[in-house]
């Protein structure tokens, strides 16, 4: 299913949430797709927990519009919902077994019995617990990880338009933070259901979800695909908290060419030729660690420097260097490991084409 060109579902326009004369949340405009994953992402404190609680109803909006399937819901309760939200703390009944747990939504809308049963039983298996040894367990006695899976499971038999995801991931330990990573994402495209996500991993977002919106102090910088913001991130804070990434600080000097301006030393670099740069304007140069090579004597490139390779950091299959420019400016490499370099001074080349150049 192509979710690009799905109908939105969720509409958020010009939402503003102050506290006091704190703007939390700054007049932000976005949608969100039916049966889309769309996550939330932003550093601590940036709005993320206080837009999903207006989404959600938890949190009234100070202006702007909430629309469901094109319908205004900024005065409808949360109860009164079709959403639902999955906590960082898992809200979890704990005397409780795990089935009764999961067919407690079922039962307060007076599903019977059996076919309650039967529901729950679907549910446990689809989150990847045997029913037949889960179903009686009471949820104290079982782990972190599977607790998530019977909050999930919980949440889906709500059969909710939108599930909404507070950081639920955050407190489970980073192996089987990747496994339910993926097995979220393959729930979300089995269920088809519309996933709203919230979390301060970039990483976590990249790899789960259709569409990333990256917040910044209450306002969205930017908004796309992961492949998008990996190959277009709009500014140096989006395309520094993408990842390890080499910004250099440059000034303009004439078309394609600038001075990098490495700790107190100004270099002549070549930079990609943009009409609307003028001399004398400063801006960020990305450029990504992969695209950074050690040149062989003779080989050529659009920009070369010398220098000293001062640590080297093995990453399974590629080999990560801290590369010093000129004291205190340093450099992050990677490479293959095939292309490990036992050397301690080389000549650092990159094509112009590989770097980018950002607004600060
Ligand atoms: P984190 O990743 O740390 O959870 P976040 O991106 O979810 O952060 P929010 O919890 O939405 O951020 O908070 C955004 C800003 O609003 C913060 O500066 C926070 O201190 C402030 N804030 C949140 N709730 C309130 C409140 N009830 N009263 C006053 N200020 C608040």
């Given at each position: 299913?192509?979710?690009?060109?799905?109908?939105?579902?969720?509409?958020?326009?010009?939402?503003?949430?102050?506290?006091g004369k704190f703007v939390a949340v700054d007049n932000v405009d976005f949608f969100i797709r039916d049966g889309e994953f769309f996550t939330l992402v932003g550093p601590s404190g940036s709005g993320k927990t206080t837009l999903l609680r207006m989404l959600v109803g938890m949190e009234k909006p100070s202006s702007g519009e909430l629309k469901l399937r094109g319908n205004r819901i900024n005065e409808?309760?949360?109860?009164?919902?079709?959403?639902?939200?999955?906590?960082?703390?898992?809200?979890?009944?704990?005397?409780?077994?795990?089935?009764?747990?999961?067919?407690?939504?079922?039962?307060?809308?007076g599903v019977k019995d059996s076919d309650r049963r039967t529901r729950a039983m679907e549910l446990l298996t689809l989150l990847h617990l045997n029913p037949y040894r889960y179903y009686d367990k009471n949820?104290?006695?079982?782990?972190?990880?599977?607790?998530?899976?019977?909050?999930?499971?919980?949440?889906?038999?709500?059969?909710?338009?939108?599930?909404f995801f507070d950081e639920p991931l955050s407190a489970i330990d980073a192996q089987l933070r990747k496994v339910l990573q993926k097995e979220l994402k393959d729930i979300q495209r089995q269920t088809r259901k519309t996933f709203c996500y919230v979390t301060h991993s970039l990483e976590e977002a990249m790899v789960m979800s259709d569409r990333v919106a990256i917040l910044r102090a209450g306002a969205i910088e930017q908004i796309g695909t992961p492949d998008k913001i990996?190959?277009?991130?709009?500014?140096?804070?989006?395309?520094?908290?993408?990842?390890?990434v080499n910004l250099l600080s440059i000034v303009a000097t004439e078309p394609g060419k600038a001075t990098w301006e490495a700790n107190l030393n100004r270099l002549p670099i070549h930079i990609p030729v943009d009409p609307t740069l003028e001399s004398g304007a400063a801006r960020k140069l990305l450029i990504r660690p992969e695209s950074l090579r050690f040149l062989a004597s003779g080989e050529v490139a659009g920009n070369s420097i010398p220098v000293r390779i001062i640590?080297?950091?093995?990453?399974?299959?590629?080999?990560?260097?801290?590369?010093?420019?000129?004291?205190?400016?340093?450099?992050?490499?990677?490479?293959?490991r095939e292309e490990r370099t036992t050397a301690t001074e080389a000549t650092l080349g990159w094509e112009i084409t590989d770097s980018q150049i950002l607004e600060s």
């Amino acid at each position: 299913m192509d979710i690009s060109t799905a109908l939105p579902i969720l509409e958020v326009k010009g939402i503003t949430k102050r506290f006091g004369k704190f703007v939390a949340v700054d007049n932000v405009d976005f949608f969100i797709r039916d049966g889309e994953f769309f996550t939330l992402v932003g550093p601590s404190g940036s709005g993320k927990t206080t837009l999903l609680r207006m989404l959600v109803g938890m949190e009234k909006p100070s202006s702007g519009e909430l629309k469901l399937r094109g319908n205004r819901i900024n005065e409808l309760a949360p109860n009164k919902r079709p959403t639902c939200m999955v906590f960082q703390s898992l809200a979890l009944f704990p005397h409780m077994t795990v089935g009764k747990n999961v067919e407690f939504p079922m039962n307060i809308r007076g599903v019977k019995d059996s076919d309650r049963r039967t529901r729950a039983m679907e549910l446990l298996t689809l989150l990847h617990l045997n029913p037949y040894r889960y179903y009686d367990k009471n949820v104290t006695q079982c782990s972190g990880g599977e607790r998530q899976r019977v909050a999930l499971a919980r949440a889906l038999a709500y059969d909710p338009d939108i599930l909404f995801f507070d950081e639920p991931l955050s407190a489970i330990d980073a192996q089987l933070r990747k496994v339910l990573q993926k097995e979220l994402k393959d729930i979300q495209r089995q269920t088809r259901k519309t996933f709203c996500y919230v979390t301060h991993s970039l990483e976590e977002a990249m790899v789960m979800s259709d569409r990333v919106a990256i917040l910044r102090a209450g306002a969205i910088e930017q908004i796309g695909t992961p492949d998008k913001i990996y190959a277009s991130p709009k500014n140096a804070f989006v395309a520094e908290f993408m990842g390890e990434v080499n910004l250099l600080s440059i000034v303009a000097t004439e078309p394609g060419k600038a001075t990098w301006e490495a700790n107190l030393n100004r270099l002549p670099i070549h930079i990609p030729v943009d009409p609307t740069l003028e001399s004398g304007a400063a801006r960020k140069l990305l450029i990504r660690p992969e695209s950074l090579r050690f040149l062989a004597s003779g080989e050529v490139a659009g920009n070369s420097i010398p220098v000293r390779i001062i640590n080297e950091f093995l990453l399974g299959s590629r080999i990560q260097y801290h590369v010093e420019v000129v004291p205190g400016c340093n450099l992050t490499v990677e490479r293959l490991r095939e292309e490990r370099t036992t050397a301690t001074e080389a000549t650092l080349g990159w094509e112009i084409t590989d770097s980018q150049i950002l607004e600060s």
